[in-house]
Structure formats: C-alpha cells, structure tokens
C-alpha cells in the first residue's frame, strides 16, 4: 500500500497554481510600477503566462510602445512564470534575478498588447530538479509581444535567470 504524506494546509496551498488575480495583485505588491503601466495578468498556466498591457501609459514620443517598457514587461512575465513554478512545487522563495537580457524589436508595437513567457516542460523539469538539489538554479526564459491587432509578433525577449532556495 502506498503511504501518503501528509500535506499541511500551508503547504497544500503552495502547491496549487497561482490563479491570475492572484499572480496581478502580487505583482501590484511587489512592483508596484506595474499599475501605472496598465499591467493585466489574464492567464497563468505551469508553462505560460500571459499578460495584456496599455499602449497608452507605455507610449513613447512616436505613438508606439516604449522599448524600455516592452523590456520591462517581458522581464515581469519571465518573472510571474517562475513564481508558479516555485509555488507549484512547493517551495518558497521568490529570491530571483534577471543576470542578462536580450531583447530583439521587429516590429513597432501601435496597439494594446500581449506579453507572453514560457518555457518547455523539460526546462521546468530540469530548473526545480537543480534548484531542489543545489539550492540555487539557472534558466533562460523567454517572452515575446504580439500586438493585438492581427496577432504581430513584434517583439523577442530572452533573459537569463537566477534563482536560490
């Protein structure tokens, strides 16, 4: 017969994904920029985040998405996906940092848009099997923007991140 553990309720909690309200009203929390960039988390799932921003609050001179806010927004999804990594698998930290970046712009992005993060399934296998072990991990994530109107993608982000327990 197989034992099962018993799971505090602290510890179940961790344990179920972040929803999207909840992954915002971190985010507003903890980087409180986000309000005044229009910042709306609209889905999490264990490989993706998506989250839906305003040209308005990020417009540059020409109308268009600021380059500095599109980097930041990117960084921010990269970000999101590994807080539900973290909580899907039980732990608690959200000691990470961005250690490089590289951001490639296609396209001018001339509407509302979409930022979205992901990682493949062996790469979140790999990250928490390295950060159990070693207590300390390293990822690139990556992220790219697709503007609304007609789905563009305009924009490409990878970063590497670091993590420790």
Sequence with gaps: MTKIPY?????LYRLIP???QELQNLFEKEIPLTKEMGVSVTSVTQYEVHIKAALQPNRNHKGTAFGGSQYAL?????YGLFLNGVRREGQN?????????NIQ????????????????KSEYQT????????KKAKIQLSALIQSRA???TC????????AKL
């Design 18 to 20: 972040m929803t999207p």
């Design 74 to 78: 990117c960084a921010l999804a990269c």
């Design 105 to 120: 712009y296609h396209a001018p992005v001339t509407t509302d848009f979409e930022i979205i993060a992901k990682w493949g």
């Design 155 to 162: 924009t490409k982000f990878s970063g590497d991140f670091v």
């Design 7 to 11: 799971l505090s309720p602290e510890r």
């Design 150 to 152: 007609g789905q563009e």
């Design 127 to 134: 990250f928490f099997q390295n950060l159990m072990k070693n």
């Design 93 to 101: 930290t959200n000691n990470i940092v961005i250690a490089n970046g």
